[in-house]
């Protein structure tokens, strides 16, 4: 699906297998340059609702700011996922 985060459009993908980071551990998700032509955010597939909606928002933070480092990224994406569920956020099964 493609999404817009301040005016530049990725393609959302959910996907069964990403890449092993440097550490190898499997990687939740991962976001292109917002300067990237193609531009796509790809989500794990298979993660707890918690999980995919915390990689989500960071991922989306990616997108939306390059220039914030990854300590910020994960400390932010962590405390609203947190906040969201507090709230009531619940994943809404898809309907195909």
Known sequence: ??????????????????????????ARGWCDHPDS???TIKIRDGMSDFD????????CQHGADW???????DRFADDLAVIMELCGWKRVPKED
Do not use: A, Y
């Open 1 to 26: 699906m493609i999404v817009n985060l301040l005016g530049k459009h990725w393609d959302l993908q959910f996907c069964k297998k990403l890449p092993r980071l440097s550490d190898g551990r499997q």
């Open 37 to 39: 032509t193609g531009k």
């Open 52 to 59: 995919t909606l915390r990689t989500l928002i960071h991922e």
């Open 67 to 73: 220039t914030r480092d990854e300590d910020f990224i």
